[in-house]
């Protein structure tokens, strides 16, 4: 892999944990506060359905005269503790940590120095050119695999061309 490719790659990924790590900041902070927005229009804090104990109220009469609630009472709220919390991000970590791996190891898999396994006989079907001369050309391509994968995938015509400029560049005319 190109290191231009890998470093994007790390880029892209140091800003990915950069944004977790800012979100999960802010959430301590807002958790160690105890104050949590309902929607994006109100400011942090501003809990208009709390009374003074820090209760939910849901609005007059909550509880009937002789003290009971009714049947239809109101939803309790679930508490996230501070171990399950810190249990989901350790999860969340693994998970993204083991994608990564995943596409480190496959990218980098692919071995850059490979050439493919039909080059030669690509090279010595091609009309026109003697032994010494696919030899010759074949041993550049080998020694540039990134330019005998290219070559390889060239149409007909086109491989010719390249001879044409490979030859040209090598041995420039007096």
Sequence with gaps: MEKKIKLLIFVDVAQILLAMMAMIIETRKRKQEGRFAKDSTSA???NENEDD???C?????STDDNGTSPSGGKAKKVKTTARE???VLIAAFNS??????SAIEKASSSNKNDVPADLFDNLSSLPGFEEAHVSFYYAYLVS???????????PFNHKINWFAMFVSEKFPAP
């Design 44 to 46: 942090l804090g501003d």
């Design 53 to 55: 104990n820090g209760g």
């Design 57 to 61: 109220k849901d609005g007059p009469g």
């Design 85 to 87: 919390e810190h249990g």
């Design 96 to 101: 993204i940590g083991d994608k990564l791996a």
């Design 144 to 154: 540039n695999p990134h330019i005998a994968r290219a070559f390889n995938a060239l």
